[in-house]
């Protein structure tokens, strides 16, 4: 299973069985869900709303295998978003165990994800970075 907020060709491509996107742009919303409905074979769910709303509420369903997250790169407070971001998956038990958290950012900022995780690798491509997050070993 993938929580997914990038393209959506980028979670059932690779044969995820349940998605889920949360993005709190109407627009986006709106294009998502017609690219969804006209793509997507496996389970799906679509959450209109900000992602930190949804984790708290719980909307975000089962524990994923992979989660990706693509905060806005042109925010001042991109690393508290960042951190946030995975305190929150953290906390909402959104990662299965031995789940992966893929980070967007730009290829200038260093991944700095915390303590409670480990970059597991990091791909560059163009001006974006791609961080491969696992938790850290307790």
Partial sequence: T?????????????GAAHVCWVDSGRHVISVLKQNVDGMCDARKQVCGQDVFLALKKRLVGDPYDIIFSDPP??????RDV????????????ALAPGGLVVLEQNVRQEPRPGEAWRVADCR?????????LVKAAK
């Fill in 82 to 93: 960042q951190g946030r971001v995975l305190e929150d998956l953290d906390a909402a038990g």
């Fill in 2 to 14: 993938a929580w997914s907020a990038m393209p959506p060709q980028a979670a059932w491509s690779r």
């Fill in 73 to 78: 790169y042109d925010r001042e407070n991109l």
């Fill in 124 to 132: 560059d491509y163009g001006e974006t970075r791609l961080v491969f």
